[in-house]
């Protein structure tokens, strides 16, 4: 008797890489509003040290003074490192494309996330379309 093979359940490694890009972009999306949530927390605690003590706080050193870390900044660090990398020419030019690559697939995973879907034709709709597109018969 012969059993149909059943197919095989383990990812391909496209398809393993696809799953790591989705992986690295909700990782930074998680980081993003994470680093949003901390700034507004700190904000409110030097809000209430102000008014309390009614001193004015120290301005923060260079060091302390950054901005919060999003996507589009995690870019343009990644952007900065592959000019780096391209200066001391510490990896190869095929390295540096695959990590330009990566950074733009996983940086724009969540691009489409604003955008509202069309609505879906209904078939009237799609018959009226097809008839107007259709040319007037000729007498």
């Known amino acids: 008797m012969n059993t149909p093979e059943r197919p095989s359940t383990t990812p391909t490694v496209e398809e393993r890489l696809e799953a790591m890009e ?9 980081v993003e509003a ?23 706080l120290s ?4 060091e302390e ?6 996507v589009d900044s995690f870019s343009s660090w990644m ?11 510490s990896v190869s030019a095929r ?3 695959a990590i330009g690559e990566l950074v733009t697939r ?3 995973l969540g691009a489409h996330l604003g955008e509202e879907p069309p609505p879906p034709i209904g078939a009237d709709v ?4 097809g008839k107007a597109q259709r040319p007037p018969p000729t007498a």
């Open 79 to 89: 952007q900065l490192c592959v000019e780096r990398m391209r200066a001391h020419q």
């Open 126 to 129: 799609q018959a009226a379309i």
């Open 106 to 108: 996983v940086a724009s």
């Open 22 to 30: 989705y992986f690295l972009g909700q990782l930074l999306l998680l």
């Open 65 to 70: 003074e950054v901005e919060p870390l999003t």
């Open 95 to 97: 390295r540096m494309v």
């Open 34 to 56: 994470d680093s949003t949530a901390i700034r507004a927390h700190v904000q409110r605690l030097e809000s209430a040290i102000v008014h309390t003590a009614q001193l004015p």
């Open 59 to 62: 301005a923060p050193s260079e």
